[in-house]
Structures are given as structure tokens and as C-alpha cells.
Nanobody
Framework: QVQLVESGGGLVQPGGSLRLSCAAS????????MAWYRQTPVKQRELVAT???????NYVPSAKGRFTISRDNAKNTVYLQMNDLKPEDTAVYFC?????????WGQGTQVTVSS
């Protein structure tokens, strides 16, 4: 059974930082590209960052320079370090795992940026 479990969300003030984690089980983690998405009640789910099997990251413009995606294949975990958070970063953050054929999603973790 494949599971992706996100953690690390919470309430943070503007300008603050959070580190999200996504622990995977039931897959050969090193063979999967990983990504973080986010979704709000009024916006479609949007891509935030990806990291491929070899560890190469990519970011959407709104995340570049503030967010860092990384992976630890020994721990089957992908991370999203988020700095200089803004109210518009408020969303439920999801991680995904893809190998070109299969795609799996976690349940999400809420990030709220508010003073």
C-alpha cells in the first residue's frame, strides 16, 4: 500500500519559515520524481516545486528564491523549506510521487500565513 504523509504545516507570521516533510512508503522512492503542489478554496491546485530522481529541483516563479525542495532517499522523504512566507502562500500543500506511469498523492498539510 502506497502512502505519502505530509507534515510540518501550521500557522506562521508573514516573513516566517516552515519546513514541510513528505514521508513515502510502499514505493521504491529513489525511482520516483517528487513534487509539491498547493491548493486554496478559490484557486486551482498549482505546482510549487519538483525534484527529479537525480535530485534536480525546479520551481515555479512564485517559489524561486524563497522555497527549497530536497529529498533524502535514505529516509524516503521529500522536503520543502519555505522562507519569507507571504499571506498568499496560505494553502493546503500536497506532495506527489510519479514514475512516468503511476502517480500518488498525499492528504495534504495546511499552511497558514497570517499575523
Amino acid at each position: 500500500q502506497v502512502q505519502l504523509v505530509e507534515s510540518g504545516g501550521g500557522l506562521v507570521q508573514p516573513g516566517g519559515s516552515l519546513r514541510l516533510s513528505c514521508a513515502a512508503s510502499g514505493i521504491i522512492f529513489r525511482l520516483y520524481g517528487m513534487a509539491w503542489y498547493r491548493q486554496t478554496p478559490v484557486k486551482q491546485r498549482e505546482l510549487v516545486a519538483t525534484i527529479n530522481k537525480t535530485g534536480t529541483p525546479n520551481y515555479v516563479p512564485s517559489a524561486k528564491g524563497r522555497f527549497t525542495i530536497s529529498r533524502d532517499n535514505a529516509k524516503n522523504t521529500v522536503y520543502l523549506q519555505m522562507n519569507d512566507l507571504k499571506p498568499e502562500d496560505t494553502a493546503v500543500y500536497f506532495c506527489t510521487a510519479r514514475d512516468g506511469v503511476r502517480e500518488y498523492w498525499g492528504q495534504g498539510t495546511q499552511v497558514t500565513v497570517s499575523s
